[in-house]
């Protein structure tokens, strides 16, 4: 069963992980409540599971990529009432520590090895495997499971001690909701001042401004094309509630990126809450009194 791995979550992270594990090799279980995703992934060779049970009875590894606490709690406890032997049980969604630590209770309890594993990348990048992995927990098990990661990422990092995968990414999403609203304002005042969007995100791209997010986002912002979405505005507000409270839990100022929620909230009010955060930039071009023809 070396080369067998459950994915639970079917979405475009969990999606593109269970394809690009197919497509190394793995054979891979996979199950989601959306029946739409799920008829998506078995068409790329994902076999199918009735129930969370079900997949962890056929997998000693188990990814979960999901989109709320109840998703993740609910799974937890699945796997916990399977009574099956230890499972090591890599939990990759953003969260709020005390989730996290909430999932571990719960599996350890029941005798399986929970591993902290949020993905640091968007939905393109983990389709082209791009993503870096910060795992916590037992290296051990960090260890066993490095092929299976290898399968869909760049890099993975054991960071130390269960929860610390999560403050790392917490950390790290703080830079991402600061510098995509950041290559917003730029590519606005640019077209503003008359310069081709295609050109500035090539430019920029190429000198010391650029940034990860820059790369991914600009070209977005360039083409005004916000879908499909590597990452929706709505979703990402998950993500934006969970690093302000941690960072008010800490009693660390964050007026950064304190300053960028206005904007993510506009795009909601204004209707793109499905589409890329990239969208931003239609709010600061809105706000700069910017009317781009189609095409």
Not at 3 to 13: N, Q, S, T, Y
Not at 33 to 40: G, K, N, Q, V, Y
Request: glycine share 8%; charged share 15%; net charge negative.
């Amino acid at each position: 069963m070396a080369d067998v791995v459950g994915v639970v979550g079917l979405g475009i992270m969990g999606g593109a992980m269970a394809r690009n594990l197919v497509t190394s090799g793995w054979k891979v279980f996979g199950y989601d409540t959306d029946t739409t995703r799920r008829a998506e992934l078995e068409a790329d060779g994902i076999t199918l599971c009735d129930s969370v049970a079900a997949l962890a009875a056929e997998t000693p590894f188990i990814m979960t990529s999901l989109p709320s606490v109840k998703a993740v709690q609910a799974t937890a406890l699945a796997i916990a009432a399977t009574g099956l032997p230890p499972r090591i049980v890599m939990e990759a969604s953003t969260l709020a520590l005390a989730d996290k630590l909430a999932f571990a209770e719960v599996l350890t309890s029941a005798g399986h090895i929970p591993l902290d594993c949020p993905v640091s990348g968007t939905g393109s990048q983990a389709a082209a495997k791009d993503l870096v992995i910060y795992a916590s927990g037992d290296s051990a098990a960090i260890e066993a499971v490095r092929p299976c990661y290898a399968a869909f990422t760049r890099a993975l990092h054991d960071v130390g001690v269960y929860g610390n995968g999560t403050r790392m990414k917490l950390v790290a999403n703080l830079l991402v909701a600061i510098h995509n609203v950041a290559t917003a304002e730029a590519m606005v005042l640019g077209m503003k001042a008359g310069l081709d969007p295609a050109q500035m995100s090539h430019l920029i791209a190429a000198g010391a401004g650029n940034s990860r997010i820059f790369e991914l986002r600009a070209p977005m912002m360039a083409a005004d094309t916000y879908l499909p979405a590597t990452m929706k505005v709505d979703i990402w507000q998950k993500d934006m509630d969970v690093i302000g409270a941690f960072a008010t839990e800490l009693g660390v100022p964050t007026p950064t990126f304190n300053a960028t929620m206005p904007i993510y909230a506009a795009a909601r009010a204004q209707g793109l809450g499905a589409q890329d955060t990239a969208a931003v930039c239609a709010v600061l071009e809105r706000m700069a009194g910017i009317a781009r023809t189609p095409g």
